[in-house]
C-alpha cells in the first residue's frame, strides 16, 4: 500500500494517519511522562459514571492509578540504558473487550510508540477508553499522540496489518492460532520481530481437605473468584479454568466437591442466565467428552448453570476439551502426577485454591514443564501483569544500550 494513500481504518484515538507514529522517538521505560499520563487517564475513567457498568474498565483503570504503576516499576529499579523498541503493532483478540488497552498501555510503558488494531466487534468498553484517551491527548498530554493509536478494520483486510507490519519494530498478536498464521504472512522489517499470545487453557487446582474445612465466607468469596475466572467472559479467555483438578480423595474429596460446586452454583445461577444455544452446547460437549476421554460421565447439579464432567483418567487429549459457558473438566488425585502430562507449551495459567501458588511453582520447575508460564490465586486469572506467558513485556519491548 502506498505511503501517499489514506488508510481505509477508523481511527478510535491517536494520529490521524497511524503510520506517522513510525517516526516518534523511542522513550525510555517508565517514562515520566507516560506514568503521569496514565494516571490521569485513572482519574478520567474513574470518574465517568458510565464506567460503573464495566467492572473490566474500573480493573483497568485502577491498573493505571499512581500507586499502581509504582508498584509495577518497583521491580525493575532504574533502567538508565534502556529505550523502547521504536513502534509496536498490536492485533488484539475479538473475546476480551479490554484486552486491547492493556497491551498497549504494556508497550507504552516500556517506552514505544503503538499501534493497536482492536476488535472489530463493537465494545462499549472500546469507545469508553478511546474517547478518555483522545480527550487527554487533546489537553495535556498532546505530546504523546503519537504513542497512542487505536484503531479498528475488517480483519480482511490483509494489506492494512502488511501496511503497519512493514513499518513496525515489534509485533503482538493475541489470538487463535488461524490468526497468528494469518498475521504471519505479513512480513516484518528485518531487526523486527514477533511475541504471540495464542490460543492456550488453564486450570484449577483445589486441595481438597482445604475446601472442605474453609469456613463459609472464605468459600463464598473463592466461588466469586471462581465465577470472575471464568463465566464473565464465557470461558473465552485463554486464562478462564476448563479443567478443575482435585488434590485429595475419601470423604474431604466428596465433601469438598459438594461444598465447592453448590457455593459456585449459587453465586452463578441469578446472574448468568443460560442461552438456549449455551444449553445446546454443553449437551453437544458432554456426548463429545464421553467419545474420547475415559469414564466421562455427567455429575450431579440442580441445573445447567454448572455444568461438571468428571473423568477417570486424564490423557492428553484432555486438553483440547473446549465449550464454554461454564463447563468443566473435574478429576481427581492424591498427587499431582496425572497434572504434568498436560503442562505442555499450551498450558498457560494455573490458579489455586487451598495450597501456595509457590507450591505448584515448585512442581512445575521440579518437573521441568513446557507450559504453565502463570500461576495465581483463584479469581485471579484475569489480573493483568507485566510478565505474561513467561514474557517479559519491559524486557522484550524495550532494547539496552551497552556501552
Known amino acids: 500500500m502506498n505511503r501517499s494513500e489514506p488508510l481505509p481504518v477508523t481511527v478510535l484515538c491517536g494520529l490521524a494517519d ?16 507516560v506514568l503521569a499520563f496514565l494516571s490521569d487517564l485513572s482519574a478520567a475513567l474513574l470518574a465517568d459514571r458510565r464506567v460503573k457498568e464495566y467492572p473490566d474498565v474500573t480493573t483497568f483503570a485502577f491498573f493505571c492509578r499512581r500507586a499502581s504503576l509504582e508498584s509495577l516499576r518497583r521491580p525493575y529499579g532504574a533502567l538508565p540504558d534502556r529505550l523502547g523498541r521504536g513502534l509496536v503493532f498490536h492485533i488484539a483478540p475479538g473475546n476480551v473487550p479490554m484486552n486491547f488497552a492493556y497491551t498497549l498501555t504494556a508497550a507504552l510503558l516500556a517506552g514505544n510508540a503503538n499501534i493497536v488494531k482492536a476488535s472489530s466487534r463493537d465494545f462499549e468498553q472500546t469507545g469508553l477508553v ?4 483522545e480527550g487527554l491527548l487533546a489537553g495535556a498530554h498532546a505530546a504523546l499522540r503519537p504513542y497512542l493509536n487505536v484503531v479498528s478494520y475488517p480483519r480482511e483486510r490483509q494489506d492494512i496489518t502488511e501496511a503497519f507490519s512493514a ?21 516484518l522489517p528485518p531487526r523486527a520481530f514477533d511475541i504471540t499470545f495464542a490460543d492456550r ?6 486441595d481438597a481437605q482445604a475446601v472442605a474445612e474453609m469456613d463459609s465466607q472464605t468459600l463464598r ?19 478462564a479454568p476448563r479443567l478443575v483438578y482435585w488434590l485429595g480423595e475419601g470423604v474431604s474429596l466428596a465433601t469438598a466437591q459438594e461444598r465447592f460446586w453448590r457455593a459456585v452454583w449459587e453465586y452463578a445461577q441469578p446472574r448468568y442466565p443460560i442461552d438456549p444455544v449455551v444449553a445446546v452446547d454443553k449437551r453437544t460437549a458432554l456426548y463429545r467428552a464421553a467419545l474420547t476421554l475415559p469414564g466421562a460421565r455427567l455429575a ?9 464432567i468428571r473423568l477417570d483418567a486424564l490423557p492428553p487429549e484432555a486438553a483440547d476439551f473446549r465449550c464454554g ?3 468443566f473438566l473435574e478429576f481427581a488425585s492424591p498427587t499431582l502426577d496425572a497434572l504434568a502430562p498436560l503442562l505442555t507449551q499450551k498450558a498457560q495459567t494455573l490458579s489455586v485454591l487451598g495450597l501456595s501458588p509457590s507450591a505448584l511453582r515448585d512442581f512445575a520447575l521440579r518437573g521441568g514443564v513446557r507450559g504453565a508460564d502463570r500461576i495465581t490465586l483463584i479469581g485471579h486469572t484475569l489480573d493483568f501483569a507485566l510478565i505474561w506467558d513467561g514474557y517479559d513485556l519491559i524486557d522484550t519491548l524495550s532494547r539496552r544500550i551497552a556501552a
Open 18 to 33: 497511524p503510520r506517522e507514529a513510525a517516526s516518534a522517538p523511542a522513550l525510555p521505560p517508565f517514562d515520566s511522562r
Open 130 to 133: 478511546c474517547a478518555a484517551i
Open 167 to 187: 513499518l513496525c519494530d515489534a509485533r503482538v498478536i493475541w489470538g487463535g492460532d488461524e490468526t497468528i498464521r494469518c498475521v504471519r504472512q505479513a512480513a
Open 201 to 206: 487453557w488453564s486450570a484449577l487446582v483445589a
Open 221 to 239: 468469596a473463592a466461588a466469586q473468584g471462581f465465577y470472575n475466572d471464568t463465566y464473565l467472559f464465557d470461558q473465552n479467555a485463554c486464562t
Open 300 to 308: 450431579p447439579m440442580p441445573d445447567n448453570v454448572v455444568t461438571r
Open 325 to 327: 459457558g461454564g463447563c
